[in-house]
């Protein structure tokens, strides 16, 4: 499954993620890849442990957390501190798949990747290609979103970010731990939930079907999650 969540980072947020990286020092991006994706990528990317990188991927994820669809959705149980990167020149990132385990460098925080993110924050105005490619079961989709727009994608997919031609693309990029492992699971709990929140906007929180299927909904999530 495949959602944009918009909107993860409001104008003010946005602008303070952006300053504290614009100022920073960049460096290879490969710095983090495995070896398959060393050969395909050409980027550049703040340091994993740069002092500005962490405060804005702190930034990002307290504003993660107040984002209900992004709950709803990857039902996350651990979050990888946001990475960010930066494409222009020419620069692009070939089809590749997204290291199945993450470890954080220097601690002994670790997730399985279950879910991929790309937050985006540059306006798509501002460069032409940079689009992230992703291969599902229909096909591949293209994606390129607004300033503080995030799309969430099986960290299984196969994927690519085309060259950036003109101007520069920036983005924060991380991965999530899901308390349900299981895509299909977690993608019938996410339609669950959506469709209880839509009757219950004409039928109320307490009307008794709705009480029921709420029941349900945390029946199947007690079954499935791991916490
Ligand atoms: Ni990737």
């Known amino acids: 499954m495949m959602i944009q969540i918009p909107d993860v980072l409001d104008a003010a947020r946005l602008a303070e993620v952006r300053a504290l990286i614009d100022a920073a020092d960049w460096i290879d991006g490969n710095a983090t890849s495995g070896h398959q994706s060393a050969l395909a990528k050409r980027n550049l990317q703040l340091p994993e442990d740069s002092g500005a990188a962490r405060r804005a991927g702190a930034i990002i994820l307290d504003a993660l957390g ?93 994927h690519k970010v085309e060259p950036v031609t003109r101007g520069r693309r920036i983005a924060s990029f991380f991965w999530i731990q899901s308390m349900v492992r299981d895509g299909e699971a977690r993608r019938s709990l996410f339609e669950l939930d959506t469709a209880i929140q839509t009757i219950a906007q004409d039928r109320g929180q307490t009307d008794p079907a709705i009480i029921q299927l709420t029941g349900v909904y945390h029946n199947l999530l007690r079954r499935w999650a791991d916490s």
């Open 66 to 158: 107040r984002v209900p669809l992004f709950i709803a959705a990857a039902l996350p149980l651990k979050i990888f501190p946001p990475l960010f990167n930066s494409y222009e020149g020419g620069q692009g990132f070939d089809v590749h798949v997204d290291n199945a385990v993450r470890i954080q460098r220097g601690t002994d925080f670790r997730i399985r990747s279950d879910l991929s993110a790309t937050l985006f924050l540059e306006d798509p105005q501002a460069y032409d290609g940079g689009e992230l490619v992703v291969e599902g079961q229909f096909g591949a989709q293209a994606v390129k979103l607004p300033a503080g727009h995030m799309i969430l994608y099986p960290a299984s997919s196969l």
